[in-house]
Each structure stands twice: as structure tokens, then as C-alpha cells.
T-cell receptor, first 114, second 112 residues
Framework: DGGITQSPKYLFRKEGQNVTLSCEQNLNHDAMYWYRQDPGQGLRLIYYSQIVNDFQKGDIAEGYSVSREKKESFPLTVTSAQKNPTAFYLCASRLGRGRNYGYTFGSGTRLTVV | QQQVKQSPQSLIVQKGGIPIINCAYE??????FPWYQQFPGKGPALLIA?????SEKKEGRFTISFNKSAKQFSLHIMDSQPGDSATYFCAANQGSARQLTFGSGTQLTVLP
């Protein structure tokens, strides 16, 4: 079955550490996205990538970094510069061509600073 | 101009009721309007979507009503069930090269 896999499901980070969240898709989608969701809040865009080796900052990119070396993978690193990283992180993808605009989301990673 | 405003923030209905969630937008270039359903601890899932050339779309108990002149669209859930309790997000898109713009979400509770 095609889909998006995020790992790990739960992640704990110590102060000052960098951590990397994994996002892999086998849908042959061109575009991939990272969103942050805080309790009771909407979705805020962190970074997105329309093609391999290219990505753009979203609305809240400070303290985060990404790479897109393969079409299937779009890992997100939460750096120590991110002052309040505790949140639910969602990865999404979509075809990026034609008129099929719908996103497919992963099941999320819950990051907690300890 | 890229905002999508969603209301209400939360909604409580009895089983069998018809909750209605509303969204409004300003950007007339938006050409795709999906709704997503999210259960706690899960990623959002596409529920139903509409394009601006139609005024209504039904899929099962879920209906989108679209008013192009008012720049508003809404989700109706017929015969709501406790299992429909979730957070619902509307969104809008402008072309395949751009990302979705999401509303702020509505937390729906359907009481048994």
C-alpha cells in the first residue's frame, strides 16, 4: 500500500540537542511538506519542497532545517535554535502536477523537550 | 489575501444533528477547496473536496456547499454520529505549484 511513513511516533529531546524526524513516501509524489501543530491550533507550514534538491521556507522555518536528496524522503531537523520545539509534527505530500491538489498526511511525530 | 477563516472554533451537537462548519476566503484565484478530518494523535485525512465550478458536492453523509460570489464554503455532516467527533480543517489552493492554505480548525463533539 502506498502512503507516508513518519518516524518515530514519539521523540524526546534534551535541551540543546538537534533531532531529526523522518518522512518517507512511496506515492511517487513530487511535493512534500512539513507542518507543526500545537494543541488546539491549526497547521503551520515549516518547509516545503516541490522537487528533489530544492526546498523553500514556510511561515515558521526558524530553528528548523530540511533536505531533499531523494524524491521519497524529506527529513526535518529540529535544531537547538528552536526555542519551543514541543509540538506535533506532520509531514505531507502531493502529486504536484495536474489538478490533483490533495495532500496525503503521515501519522505524525510528537516531539517533547525534556 | 492568502488567509482562510474558519468558524466556529468548537461545536457540540447531539447524535443525529447536522453540524455546519464555515470557511471564508479572499483570494479569488483559489481553485480547490478540500476538507480534512483529524482524530487525536493522527494525521489529517482528506474527507471531501470541491472546485469552484460547482455549488455542492456530496459524499455519503458529508456535503460541501460552495458560494463563489460570497467567497464562502461550508461542510455539513448529516445524521452526525459520535464517531464523527474530530477536528475538521478547511483549506484552499491556488494551482499545483503552491501549498494549501489551511483554516484554523473546528473541534466537533457529537454527543451520544
Amino acid at each position: 500500500d502506498g502512503g507516508i511513513t513518519q518516524s518515530p511516533k514519539y521523540l524526546f529531546r534534551k535541551e540543546g540537542q538537534n533531532v531529526t524526524l523522518s518522512c518517507e513516501q512511496n506515492l511517487n509524489h513530487d511535493a512534500m511538506y512539513w507542518y507543526r501543530q500545537d494543541p488546539g491550533q491549526g497547521l503551520r507550514l515549516i518547509y516545503y519542497s516541490q522537487i528533489v534538491n530544492d526546498f523553500q521556507k514556510g511561515d515558521i522555518a526558524e530553528g528548523y532545517s530540511v533536505s531533499r536528496e531523494k524524491k521519497e524522503s524529506f527529513p526535518l531537523t529540529v535544531t537547538s535554535a528552536q526555542k519551543n520545539p514541543t509540538a506535533f509534527y506532520l509531514c505531507a505530500s502531493r502529486l504536484g502536477r495536474g489538478r490533483n491538489y490533495g495532500y496525503t498526511f503521515g501519522s505524525g511525530t510528537r516531539l517533547t523537550v525534556v | 489575501q492568502q488567509q482562510v477563516k474558519q468558524s466556529p472554533q468548537s461545536l457540540i451537537v447531539q447524535k443525529g444533528g447536522i453540524p455546519i462548519i464555515n470557511c471564508a476566503y479572499e483570494n479569488t484565484a483559489f481553485d480547490y477547496f478540500p476538507w480534512y478530518q483529524q482524530f487525536p494523535g493522527k494525521g489529517p485525512a482528506l474527507l471531501i473536496a470541491i472546485r469552484p465550478d460547482v455549488s455542492e458536492k456530496k459524499e455519503g453523509r458529508f456535503t460541501i456547499s460552495f458560494n463563489k460570489s460570497a467567497k464562502q464554503f461550508s461542510l455539513h455532516i448529516m445524521d452526525s454520529q459520535p464517531g464523527d467527533s474530530a477536528t475538521y480543517f478547511c483549506a484552499a489552493n491556488q494551482g499545483s505549484a503552491r501549498q494549501l492554505t489551511f483554516g484554523s480548525g473546528t473541534q466537533l463533539t457529537v454527543l451520544p
